[in-house]
């Protein structure tokens, strides 16, 4: 079945470091791609998307490239900031029809002044 | 107005109470979700309506029972919880699926539940 993979966390950073979050899925067909953010205390919010091979997707920063051939979707952010630290979640669609989302286990990054 | 509001942000409840989870959006999105999530882990779908008509049930207790009055409320009413039952209660909504599939979820702040 389709799932997604992220690399375990908690992953603990300097600002102003380099930020690599691994994400690999299993899809059957032409799936989507999504990173999203969970702030403490908060619902998720769509940080990125990428709906096709090679697309690359890009915000506040971060960014992540669709790769078929690896079936991976790694999120990177060249410097983070301590109010980057949050949990980031890789999450797909297919496109059968349904509405259901995959999510990955989420990665929890904090990020230290 | 691109938000989903949940009310209320925290509700503690005995296991014979009766009490609803409410929801709204004023997107024009035609799908609107529940997702229940568990500390440290993903969100898991409970439910989905489209076009107002519950189109997804992923065999959730029928202690948990959902509502969707019109095209911009959602309400999920609970009724002889248990304390396994505990979690925060997201609301989301998306717009009707494109061609695309890339079926963007805009999720609300949540419903922090506790069933003492």
């Known amino acids: 079945g389709d799932s997604v993979t992220q690399m375990e966390g908690p992953v603990t950073l300097s600002e102003e470091a380099f930020l690599t979050i691994n994400c690999t899925y299993t899809a059957t067909g032409y799936p989507s791609l999504f990173w999203y953010v969970q702030y403490p205390g908060e619902g998720l919010q769509l940080l990125l998307k990428?709906?096709?091979?090679?697309d690359k997707g890009s915000n506040k920063g971060f960014e992540a490239t669709y790769r078929k051939e690896t079936t991976s979707f790694h999120l990177e952010k060249g410097s983070v900031q301590v109010s980057d630290s949050a949990v980031y979640f890789c999450a797909l669609t297919v496109t059968s029809g349904t509405y259901k989302y995959i999510f990955g286990t989420g990665t929890r990054l904090k990020v230290l002044a | 107005d691109t938000e989903v509001t949940q009310t209320p942000k925290h509700l503690v409840m005995g296991m014979t109470n009766k009490k609803s989870l409410k929801c709204e959006q004023h997107?024009?999105?035609?799908?609107m979700y529940w997702y229940k999530q568990k500390a440290k882990k993903p969100p898991e779908l409970m439910f989905v309506y489209s076009y107002e008509k519950l189109s997804i049930n992923e065999s959730v207790p029928s202690r948990f029972s959902p509502e969707c009055p019109n095209s911009s409320l959602l309400n999920l009413h609970l009724h002889a919880l248990q304390p396994e039952d505990s979690a925060l209660y997201l609301c989301?909504?998306?717009?009707?699926?494109?061609?695309?599939?890339?079926?963007?979820?805009?999720f609300g702040a949540g419903s922090r539940l506790t069933v003492l």
């Open positions: 990428a709906t096709k091979a090679d």
């Open positions: 997107m024009g999105h035609r799908a």
């Open positions: 989301a909504s998306s717009q009707e699926r494109t061609g695309t599939g890339a079926n963007v979820l805009t």
